[in-house]
T-cell receptor, first 114, second 108 residues
């Protein structure tokens, strides 16, 4: 079946630094990928839709300069959390659109900003 | 953005009992999906029901969809301790918006 690899699974960074998270579709091409954020005991909040070869579409309230998304190929989307602060600590999950309503999710990245 | 509330927010039952979770959604959908998430882990896709379907079964799972009321329900029959997890509905048009989720605890 379709697999999405998300890396790293855990990262700890210092406040003020930037962190890049990768989301890679391993056996299919994904023109569209999605990035979600999940705080403890809460649901997944859609942050942005990543489109291959074009700019990402951000959901209302998500700072595009803070969360940089690059979807340079049909199998890779990256999310960079710039100038991270403790309040950015969260669980970030990506998913890839397989078409016909099918979405495959990565295993998530737990970001801790200290 | 997020879909509507899920009901209940938390559910605690004994093994062997049935668990019913309800979800209301706000957006237009072409299908609605249910996912399971163990604490702090990734998502597991459970079942997808298309907007023109009213009911679907998969093993111990039964999902209903009422597009007129913008609501769906997930029934887990004969629950097991291993079913303990959070359950989310998600739907949308060309993207998935998640509901608030139900935390299910099944006690042996």
């Amino acid at each position: 079946g379709a697999v999405v690899s998300q890396h790293p699974s855990r990262v700890i960074c210092k406040s003020g630094t930037s962190v890049k998270i990768e989301c890679r579709s391993l056996d299919f091409q994904a023109t569209t990928m999605f990035w979600y954020r999940q705080f403890p005991k809460q649901s997944l909040m859609l942050m942005a839709t990543s489109n291959e070869g074009s700019k990402a579409t951000y959901e209302q309230g998500v700072e595009k300069d803070k969360f940089l998304i690059n979807h340079a190929s049909l199998t890779l989307s990256t999310l960079t959390v710039t100038s991270a602060h403790p309040e950015d600590s969260s669980f970030y999950i990506c998913s890839a659109d397989q078409g016909e309503g099918g979405y495959t999710f990565g295993s998530g990245t737990r970001l801790t900003v200290v | 953005s997020q879909q509507g509330e899920e009901d209940p927010q938390a559910l605690s039952i004994q093994e062997g009992e049935n668990a019913t979770m309800n979800c209301s959604y706000k957006t237009s959908i072409n299908n609605l999906q249910w996912y399971r998430q163990n604490s702090g882990r990734g998502l597991v896709h459970l079942i997808l029901i298309r907007s023109n379907e009213r009911e679907k079964h998969s093993g111990r799972l039964r999902v209903t969809l009422d597009t007129s009321k913008k609501s769906s329900s997930l029934l887990i029959t004969a629950s097991r301790a291993a079913d303990t997890a959070s359950y989310f509905c998600a739907g949308g048009y060309n993207k998935l918006i998640f509901g608030a989720g139900t935390r299910l605890a099944v006690h042996p």
